[in-house]
């Protein structure tokens, strides 16, 4: 378990950009692993989890504190919203029109959103494209859908500091964003290979789960 060293090595990263480690969020993403390892990383004092599985989220909220802040990282279907959205304090992943209708469906104000944008044009991950950015953000906010900011899972690289162009790149279409949509201030970008070059482009939100809980479980086996 590694919480502490993912905390030590977010504010030496803060520090050496000139930022307060506060202005990042630490979403612990637990993905495959079950909930009493979580529960290690809550009772160490942590609050902000994450999940890319929409019923594995369901799962583990219903049997963790209800303090607990979920995050919503991964792709998301129309037909698992009831799952997400009664849970989710922030969806990491809104990328058309037709999720932001759906979110918006059913009692209550819907949880914000980030837009995830395709940095890359990757054809196997979700996200709008670059060239779509504002037009997608401009229809969502109309729609009703609260907006924050921007969301990446950028290509896969070798090293760290490659990272670098496309955090640079996120960072300077959320400042673009926020020009004109002024409520789009929130960054979640890096994980665990390259989060330290997230925080210093920038970030507040780093999603982190190896890091954290080690290599992932093979198969999910249940919840407890």
Avoid: C
């Avoid at 612990?28 to 390892?37: E, L, N, Q, S």
């Avoid at 303090?67 to 998301?76: A, E, I, N, S, T």
Wanted: no cysteine; charged share 25%.
């Amino acid at each position: 378990m590694s919480l502490e060293s993912v905390r030590q090595r977010m504010a030496a990263a803060a520090q050496r950009s000139g930022r307060d480690v506060d202005q990042v969020t630490l979403i612990a993403v637990g993905k495959t692993h079950p909930v009493d390892v979580l529960m290690q990383v809550y009772e160490a004092g942590h609050r902000d989890f994450g999940e890319n599985r929409a019923a594995e989220l369901a799962d583990k909220a219903a049997v963790m504190p209800p303090d607990v802040r979920w995050h919503f990282v991964g792709p998301l279907q129309r037909n698992k919203v009831r799952q997400v959205r009664p849970v989710a304090h922030l969806l990491h992943s809104m990328d058309r029109l037709n999720l932001g209708e759906a979110w918006l469906k059913g009692p209550g104000v819907a949880p914000p959103a980030l837009l995830e944008v395709n940095l890359a044009e990757e054809p196997q991950k979700s996200g709008v494209s670059v060239d779509d950015v504002s037009a997608m953000t401009d229809r969502l906010l109309t729609l009703g859908v609260d907006l924050r900011g921007v969301m990446a899972i950028p290509p896969q690289i070798d090293v760290p500091e490659q990272a670098r162009r496309n955090f640079r790149r996120l960072a300077g279409l959320r400042a673009e964003l926020a020009a004109v949509y002024p409520v789009m201030t929130q960054l979640s970008m890096g994980m665990s290979d390259d989060f330290e070059a997230a925080i210093e482009e920038g970030a507040t939100m780093i999603r982190v789960g190896r890091a954290i809980f080690g290599p992932r479980v093979e198969q999910h086996q249940g919840i407890s």
